[in-house]
């Protein structure tokens, strides 16, 4: 190939890297979107809210941030968290990562129709790292078996 054409191709090759569009990762907000996971989710959306039965508020804070907050009476908070980082895992799958005063907490979520299953929530950080997981749907030993069940969407 003569130089000339060398030079031409190079030319076309780094045109189309520097030019092109670069994939960005989606926002903390546009994952939530996705999935629709902005609202409220609840153990048994037919009973009360109570320490049994809370419910899971998800909602948008300024800028790329959501908060959730663990509801266990009408005016009972357990507690809240900022999630800062959010990635898709595949058409049902959620990594979160989100942080309060206390600690910074990395779960992954399940999504299935209306239903949010917490497959996996592990401390970051620190030598009382402890990993929570549900193997083949089933919690093992260290499994909060409120959150292994489910939370489903209220009618709110």
């Not at 989606?26 to 939530?32: G, R, T």
């Not at 980082?85 to 979160?96: S, T």
């Not at 030598?127 to 292994?148: I, M, S, W």
Request: with cysteine; glycine share 8%.
């Amino acid at each position: 190939m003569p130089k000339s054409d060398m030079m031409r191709v190079a030319s076309i090759v780094a045109s189309i890297l520097f030019v092109a569009p670069t994939a960005r990762a989606a926002s903390v907000n546009e994952v939530f979107e996705q999935y629709g996971l902005f609202g409220t989710f609840g153990i048994d959306c037919a009973q009360p809210i109570s320490p049994k039965n809370y419910y899971v508020y998800f909602r948008a804070l300024d800028g790329d941030r959501v908060q959730i907050e663990l509801m266990v009476g009408p005016r009972q908070q357990q507690y809240a968290y900022v999630i800062d980082r959010a990635e898709a895992r595949g058409p049902n799958g959620i990594a979160i990562s989100m942080a309060n005063e206390q600690r910074r907490l990395n779960l992954l979520y399940r999504v299935e129709g209306e239903r949010l299953r917490t497959m996996e929530s592990a401390r970051e950080g620190g030598a009382d790292n402890r990993r929570r997981r549900c193997v083949h749907g089933r919690p093992d030993a260290h499994a909060l078996a409120q959150q292994v069940r489910g939370w489903q969407r209220t009618g709110e």
